[in-house]
C-alpha cells in the first residue's frame, strides 16, 4: 500500500504540541493559520487523529502563577474544541480516541508540561488529572520541588526530590504517565526504580545521535523499554542533529533576544526582529529523514513496541525540511515504508504504541 493511503488508515498520534501557548495568546485553531505548526485544519489535513496539548509553564514564574496559567490553558483548550462544532472531542482514554476516530472525530489529549502548577500538594495533581491530564512532565527547564531539570548545571536534589517520590506513587495510582522529558539523568534512574508502571519519554530524540542532555542515552532508551514504556521522538532539528546544533544556537540566541526587544518595542526593533528570524530560518535544516532516523535507533536497540513521535510543535522555533507543520505528517509514513517498515510496524510507531499505554 502507497504512503498516503496508508496514512489515512492509520490512527496517528502527537504525543506533545504546544499548541495552548498560541491559545492563550488569542490565536484561534478552527481556522487554517499562517503562524505556528499546527491548528484542526492542517491536523485534519496531515491525517493526525489525535494530538496531546502541552500544558506548559516555564520554572521561572511562582507556582501560584503556574498554576493559574495551567487553568487558563486548559480553559482555552476546552474552548477551542468547543468552537469546533464537532471537529474535534477531548479523549480521557484510548476507547474515547478510537471512538473519535471511528465518528471522524479529532481527539485532543491533555499533557502538562512541568509539575510546577501542582506545587507541593498531592490534591492539585488529582484535581488536574479529573480535568483530563494524563500525563505530567515532572520538569522543565529548572529544577522544582519534584526533581531537577537536565538544563541546569547546579542540581537541587540530584534525583528526586521526597516530595517526588510522593509523585511518582501518586501517577501510578492514579494511571498518570510519567513524562522523563527534560529531567536530569540521576531523576530519570530515580524514576525507573520507583515507578511501577509505564514511563514515557513524550518528546526526546537519542543521544547517540545527536549529544545533546535533552536526549536520552541506549541505557535510558532500553530502561524506558523494561518498563513497557515509549520513548516518542522530538522534531526538534538541533535534537536530531549535533552538527546543524553548533550552528543553531548563536542565532536562536540572536532570535530570542531581538524578540524580546521587538516585543517591548515592535515599531523601533521590527527591522533587527525580521533580521533574526531571516538569519535563523536561512541555516540549512535536518529533515524529516533524521526524525526517522532516530526512530530506527530505538528500534534497533529495543523494537518496534517501544516508539512513536512527539512532534514538539508550535514550541520549537524551527522544523525539520519537509514536515514544516501538522498537514506534512504523511513523510514520516512514507519514509518509514521506503525504509522496509511493515505496514502493521507503521502503525504501532505512529500511533498503536502510545494507545497502547493509555489502555
Partial sequence: MKGKDLHKKLFVLDSHCDTPIRLLAG??????????????????????????????????????????????????????????????????????????????????????????????????????????????????????????????KEKRWNGLSPFGEEVVKEMNRLGMLIDVSHISDDSFKDIIKLSKGPVVATHSCCRAIANHPRNLTDDMIKDIASTGGVVQINFYPPFLDSEYAEKFWPLCDAFEEAEKRWKEDPVKYIDEY??????????????????VDHIDHVVKLVGVQHVGIGTDFDGIEVAPEGVESVDKLVVITEELLERGYSEDSVKLILGENFLRLLE
Fill in 274 to 291: 525580521e533580521q533574526a528570524k531571516r538569519e535563523m530560518f536561512a541555516l540549512k535544516r535536518p529533515s524529516y529523514k533524521q526524525v
Fill in 27 to 152: 490565536y484561534d485553531i478552527n481556522i487554517r493559520g499562517e503562524e505556528g505548526h499546527f491548528d484542526f485544519i492542517r491536523m485534519e489535513e496531515g491525517g493526525l487523529n489525535a494530538a496531546f496539548f502541552a500544558i506548559y509553564t516555564p520554572n521561572t514564574i511562582e507556582p501560584d502563577t503556574a498554576t493559574r496559567r495551567a487553568l487558563q490553558m486548559i480553559a482555552r483548550t476546552y474552548d477551542a474544541v468547543e468552537a469546533s462544532n464537532g471537529k474535534a472531542a477531548v479523549a480521557l482514554d484510548a476507547q474515547d480516541a478510537r471512538d473519535n476516530f471511528e465518528s471522524g472525530v479529532l481527539s485532543v489529549f491533555l499533557g502538562m508540561e512541568n509539575g510546577l502548577p501542582i506545587q507541593k500538594d498531592l490534591s492539585l495533581l488529582r484535581l488536574f488529572y479529573d480535568m483530563g491530564v494524563r500525563y505530567m512532565t515532572l520538569t522543565h527547564a529548572g529544577n522544582n520541588e519534584i526533581c531537577d531539570s537536565c538544563a541546569t
